[in-house]
Nanobody, 111 residues
Framework: QVKLVESGGGLVQPGESLRLSCAASGFTFSSYYMNWVRQAPGKGPEWVSGINTGGTTTYADSVKGRFTISRDNAKNTVYLQMNSLKPEDTAVYYC?????WGQGTQVTVSS
């Protein structure tokens, strides 16, 4: 069974950091491009970042320089390190690949 499970969300103040994790199972994780996508309340999905099988990364302009995506193929896990968080980063964050989506993890940035 293909499965993606996100964790690490929470409530933080502006300027703080969070690290999201996404654990994959049921498919050959190392062979797939992985993305992080977020959806803020009342808005459509927004692609945040992606990482290919070789570790090359891409970012949306809105998070470039603040967020870092990485993957550990031995652990079948993709990460999103989020620094200097802003209120506009508040959203449900999902990881996805061509084969599945996770259930999402809530990130709230508020003072």
């Amino acid at each position: 069974q293909v499965k993606l499970v996100e964790s690490g969300g929470g409530l933080v103040q502006p300027g703080e950091s969070l690290r999201l994790s996404c654990a994959a199972s049921g498919f050959t994780f190392s062979s797939y491009y992985m993305n992080w996508v977020r959806q803020a309340p009342g808005k459509g999905p927004e692609w945040v970042s992606g990482i290919n099988t070789g570790g090359t990364t891409t970012y949306a302009d809105s998070v470039k320089g603040r967020f870092t995506i990485s993957r550990d193929n031995a652990k079948n896990t993709v990460y999103l390190q989020m620094n200097s968080l802003k209120p506009e980063d508040t959203a449900v964050y999902y990881c996805n690949s061509d084969v599945s989506w996770g259930q999402g993890t809530q990130v709230t940035v508020s003072s």
